[in-house]
């Protein structure tokens, strides 16, 4: 299957399709009555004009997590391809991000996360131009601006305000300018929020959008038991393609390893923000699938023994529907 992937054929999206079917139908045999879609933040809740969560049956919620799902794909595909940061146009990079957003049957359903990973990829694709861009400012006010967007919809993405700071320090020399617009950008948003609470009377509670920022770290409850099995075969993926990207890092042209470095430093940050918003549980982590999707597609586009890395992909998937077909 993976050979398939490595073609850059457009007819590859016909079995990317089928896949994304196969990955989501086991979920329907135990997933519950109706599913919660959180729409926004509490603080967004008399702002937006409908209600603040929405109940959908588990076959409209899955249908549509896999239309959001398919269509991140392509793009994050679109994307790589576009800056050629994996050496050659494939469809791996599409394929990973499938197979890695439906590891957690919390993964199958729309969830405030997953529309969030849009805002990642559109912040990738921004950020990849800064290290051409002579003015870094006007990119780092719109990067600010979709950061405190993604922070509307779910609030440990404050945190990707460190990823754009992350990359003016990879990107770019240092100019104080540079980190001022970002943040310029992220208070502009907060800004108009701000406006409206004064206007409806409520602007002694806007500090208390930043509370639960300050949340003592709890017991980490966020993964099943059973779910360790199936992060065993990811971590071994996620450290073979470290240890390929390594082999081929200083062959790679200066763009493409710096662009590593800070996919790698986007996974850590998004890992590590989970505790601000502890209840979302496991969904909390499709903030990282953007770039394991990436460090994935790296390993098997250049792992050379095809009967291992095919092996090994073949257990991935086998692992992900049994466990959906399995409550234990």
């Known amino acids: 299957m993976i050979n398939i992937f490595r073609n850059y054929n457009p007819l590859t999206i016909f079995w990317l399709v089928i896949l994304l079917f196969i990955m989501r139908t086991g979920y329907l045999i135990y997933a519950p009555e109706n599913v919660q879609l959180m729409l926004a933040e509490p603080f967004m809740r008399s702002i937006l004009p409908v209600s603040y969560a929405k109940s959908f049956s588990p076959a409209l919620s899955m249908m549509l ?12 595909n679109y994307l790589i391809n576009q800056h050629n940061l994996l050496g050659k146009p494939s469809f791996l990079p599409a394929l990973m991000y499938v197979v890695v957003s439906g590891i957690f049957t919390s993964f199958l359903v729309l969830s405030a996360p997953l529309l969030c990973n849009y805002l990642v990829i559109w912040m990738v694709a ?20 979709i950061a405190a967007v993604g922070t509307l919809i779910y609030l440990p993405f404050v945190y990707q305000v460190l990823v754009v700071w992350a990359a003016l320090v990879v990107f770019r020399p240092f100019d104080w300018r540079d ?37 003592p770290l709890k017991d980490f409850t966020a993964f099943d038991k059973y779910d360790y099995f199936l992060l065993i075969p990811v971590a071994l993926i996620l450290v073979l393609g ?6 081929n890092f200083f062959k790679s042209y200066v763009l493409v390893r710096k662009t590593f470095q800070l996919l790698l430093l986007i996974f850590i940050i998004a890992a590590l923000s989970f505790y601000v918003r502890p209840e979302f549980g496991s969904t909390h982590f499709l903030l990282c699938v953007v770039p394991i999707a990436i460090f994935f597609a790296y390993y098997f586009l250049y792992a050379g023994k095809r009967w291992f890395y095919e092996t090994l992909f073949l257990l991935l998937l086998v692992g992900i529907i049994y466990f959906q077909f399995n409550t234990f």
């Open 65 to 76: 997590a896999g239309i959001v799902v398919l269509s991140q794909a392509l793009l994050l």
């Open 242 to 247: 470290l240890f390929r990207l390594q082999e």
């Open 179 to 215: 980190y001022a617009a970002s943040l310029i950008g992220y208070a502009t948003v907060f800004f108009f929020i701000a406006v409206y609470y004064y206007l409806h009377d409520s602007l002694n509670n806007f500090h208390k959008i930043w509370l639960p920022l300050g949340t």
């Open 126 to 145: 921004k950020l990849l131009n800064l290290y051409k861009d002579e003015d870094a400012k006007s990119t780092g006010f719109d990067l600010g601006m």
